[in-house]
């Protein structure tokens, strides 16, 4: 099955790798190939019609005129002539169904060789990045920039200083950061982010040997060599990134609610909670009978985009450790939770809701969301069907065999391009699209990361014929069985402590 780019009922593009792929076809090149595909078999049974056709004449010992074949009167004239016709369309078809392929291969291997390049380009080029770093300009530059820690604090109001340094630099550069080149440098800046370090502290090995050190070092090494420096930290009083224990409770004691099951992708985004404050962070619906339950989990993404945990658990405390959990250097940690507090929240919520370590559940994440959802996918102790992440940086988050996932991303949305390149995998297939008008700004900071415009994705996505994603839709109804199901919604709270700020 090769990639493919395939252009939705309403004219959008969606672009879809992944599942063992090796081709990428351009603008509904994949669509046509299938249908030569389906032309080339509707015109063999009509091969196969004009045959039966004609044992039949020569059962019913009709005989040729004088004139023979040729002859327009004969009653096999038109069936020589539709064996003509037939004979060439099928060759044709299949002819072109072949050309169509080769080229989708060929588009294929020139698409990772590019991108293989760009990885090479930029794993030569970190350690000088790196070195260049640590140049008197760039450290001044970078102290104007760490201002952005005052962000929004007292202290900096207090001073008298209007927009913070970071506040005003990323309103003058809102535009950069969902340019889809920038965050294509984003994600492999993220895969090399130790190449830059070795650069800057000038390590003595040339540039091409710490590339090939660094090349098993992404996203999920670097950020749990971050929190290894943020417990360090913590010895002398820093509370950054220092998680703490969580505790669900129904969403003001509601009770369970009857709902209609998800039709679809669009509908399964439309139900995962928006990340608003004092709201619940996540839902679960239970299909099926007693002895054949079976559950969607819906996870929220990030509310508070902090790194001191407060009462929020769904902030960038928990998700450094759900990345850093990825890595198998972060067991080597003797300080921080096992996991980030999203995904611990999102278990204690499915115990609740009576999922049980054998029941069959598809786990839907948007944002941070998406990151728990990969997780809880990949948990052999468990028995995910499948994932859906909207958003999230996954790329390099472990898949669990037999387990499909779907990420679906923006091009021009920075969020999970925070997760690195990864490695590819059989069950992860990726969903792309452009959602943003070139030259037209936004208010928002990151627009294509908004919720909405990825609940508009998924309704695409549903408009597709590809089968890797017609799967997905048919994975929905087999986990609600097409029957009403009952509902929860759960808020997480952390609690507090002297490590984690109390207040």
Same mark, same amino acid.
């Given at each position: 099955m090769p990639n493919s780019v395939l252009r939705s009922m309403s004219g959008d593009e969606l672009t879809v790798a992944g599942g063992g792929t090796t081709a990428v076809a351009v603008d509904g090149l994949f669509a046509d190939a299938a249908r030569l595909g389906s032309a080339e078999a509707v015109i063999g049974d009509w091969i196969s019609r004009a045959g039966v056709i004609r044992r039949g004449i020569g059962t019913l010992g009709l005989h040729e005129p004088a004139a023979g074949w040729r002859d327009p009167t004969s009653p096999t004239w038109f069936l020589q002539l539709a064996d003509i016709g037939l004979d060439q369309a099928a060759d044709r078809a299949r002819t072109l169904h072949r050309a169509l392929l080769e080229a989708a291969e060929r588009y294929g291997a020139t698409e990772r060789m590019v991108a293989g390049l760009w990885r090479l380009g930029a794993a030569l080029a970190a350690p000088w990045i790196g070195a260049a770093l640590v140049s008197p300009a760039a450290i001044a530059g970078g102290l104007f920039v760490a201002g952005g820690q005052w962000a929004g604090s007292a202290v900096w109001r207090g001073l008298g200083g209007g927009s913070t340094p970071l506040e005003t630099w990323l309103a003058e550069h809102r535009a950069l950061l969902s340019d889809p080149a920038f965050v294509r440098f984003v994600r492999l800046a993220v895969d090399h982010a130790d190449e830059l370090l070795a650069g800057a502290m000038h390590a003595p090995a040339p540039a091409p040997v710490v590339a090939m050190l660094g090349a098993g070092v992404g996203a999920p090494e670097s950020a749990s *060599?971050?929190?290894?420096l943020a417990? *360090?930290?913590g010895l002398f009083g820093s509370r950054v990134l220092v998680d703490g224990p969580v505790r669900v409770a129904r969403a003001?004691?509601?009770a369970v609610s009857r709902v209609e099951p998800p039709n679809g992708l669009g509908e399964l985004a439309e139900r995962v909670p928006p990340p608003d404050r004092n709201?619940?962070?996540?839902?679960v619906e239970r299909y099926g009978a007693a002895g054949d339950r079976r559950f969607i989990v819906y996870i929220g993404g990030t509310v508070?985009? *902090?790194v001191v945990a407060d009462a929020e658990p769904f902030d960038h405390t928990s998700n450094a450790h759900g *990345?850093?959990?990825?890595?198998?250097?972060?067991?080597l940690r003797t300080t921080?939770?096992?996991?980030g507090a999203g995904?611990?929240?999102?278990r204690q919520a499915m115990a609740a809701a009576g999922v049980r370590p054998d029941d069959p559940f598809l786990v839907v994440g948007y944002s941070a969301g998406g990151i728990i959802a990969a997780k809880l996918a990949a948990d052999p102790e468990l028995n995910a069907v499948g994932a859906v992440n909207l958003g999230g940086p996954i790329a390099s988050a472990p898949v669990r065999e037999g387990v499909s996932v779907l990420s679906i991303e923006h091009d021009e949305d920075l969020v999970p391009a925070t997760g690195g390149s990864g490695h590819p995998a059989d069950e992860r297939v990726t969903v792309t699209r452009s959602v943003l008008e070139p030259g037209r700004l936004s208010e928002s900071l990151l627009p294509a990361h908004e919720l909405e415009r990825y609940r508009e994705t998924a309704a695409r996505v549903d408009e597709s014929d590809d089968p890797r994603l017609t799967g997905f839709r048919e994975l929905v109804a087999e986990v609600t069985g097409d029957a009403p199901g009952d509902r929860t919604d759960w808020i997480a709270t952390r609690d507090l402590s002297p490590s984690t700020g109390a207040r």
């Open positions: *060599v971050l929190l290894g417990g *360090v930290a003001d004691g509601q709201e619940p962070q996540l839902r508070e985009p *902090v *990345v850093a959990d990825d890595s198998r250097i972060d067991t921080g939770a096992d996991t995904e611990r929240a999102a």
